[in-house]
């Protein structure tokens, strides 16, 4: 039953005018019957479309996931994969495989729960299959898990202050979200000039910067921010592999987009154990 003073939704309540999508009339049935079912379910659900990862969201993730995370209901692929999709890599693996999937107790930050605080939730993923028996999507619900609301701990050598660059501003607020999730200072900035009056103002342990931007490389900007601070630690993301990094002569670590959760997870974890003082 719907709360008191809400209607029921579907596909066809939205304008997708600007999304990949298109008019749902012209819509296969069982994107629609999924996408109704989607904005009419309570809990927080993603919907992933085609192998390029389409992907649509209803009210309870958008709220959970925080108010910078995008417009409902989606219809794009995101510039990182979303955390329920990351954590459940091998479960949706299997779902595209045709078989329905759990990955229990997956640890979760979302901006707009628990002031941005990591939970354990039960990843469901259920194939969606197509007129032909073949499987064109995937349908993932969250449910909390830990119903105590046990928190992760925060690191063992502290948080990192880290600053971000990045200047699509969509992937910029997943990005500093997962690290404040992860436990650590994040801020974020769109362009270089920016990060340049960032890092000249205040202290920052990680420069983790996209390699391409608006009027100055990342690695150029690496390497004056090196040039100030030394000890700085360096993160290139990168949608071009290590082309663009072969002459960088200063120590980084690199994340090739689109990264996962897990590999942001241990660029940190390597970046921590290099940290003066750390044992």
């Not at 459940?88 to 002031?115: T, V």
């Not at 340049?196 to 690496?222: I, K």
């Amino acid at each position: 039953m719907l709360p008191s003073g809400k209607s029921a939704r579907s596909s066809r309540s939205f304008d997708w005018s600007a999304s990949r999508l298109g008019d749902p009339a012209g819509w296969p049935h069982s994107l629609r019957l999924s996408a109704d079912l989607l904005f009419n379910t309570p809990l927080p659900m993603l919907l992933v479309w085609g192998r390029d990862m389409t992907v649509l969201f209803n009210d309870a993730y958008a709220a959970l996931a925080g108010p910078g995370y995008g417009k409902v209901p989606g219809g794009s692929v995101p510039p990182v994969m979303p955390p329920p999709l990351a954590a459940a890599g091998d479960e949706l693996r299997s779902a595209w495989n045709g078989e329905a999937a759990l990955a229990p107790a997956r640890s979760l930050g979302f901006a707009g729960a628990h002031d941005g605080a990591a939970l354990a939730y039960d990843v469901f993923l259920t194939p969606v299959r197509g007129a032909e028996g073949n499987v064109e999507g995937v349908l993932c619900a969250l449910s909390v898990a830990d119903t105590m609301g046990a928190m992760l701990e925060p690191a063992a050598a502290g948080p990192l202050r880290i600053l971000v660059v990045e200047d699509n501003l969509d992937s910029q607020y997943l990005v500093c979200e997962m690290l404040r999730a992860f436990g650590h200072d994040a801020d974020g900035v769109g362009h270089p000039n920016d990060a340049l009056a960032r890092l000249a103002a205040g202290a920052y342990d990680v420069l983790f910067t996209d390699v391409s931007l608006p009027g100055m490389s990342g690695v150029d900007l690496a390497r004056r921010a090196v040039a100030d601070a030394p000890a700085m630690q360096v993160i290139f993301a990168s949608g071009y592999g290590d082309t663009l990094l072969r002459h960088v002569e200063f120590p980084y670590l690199s994340l090739q987009k689109p990264y996962e959760l897990d590999q942001l997870q241990q660029a940190l974890d390597k970046v921590s154990g290099q940290r003066p003082g750390h044992a």
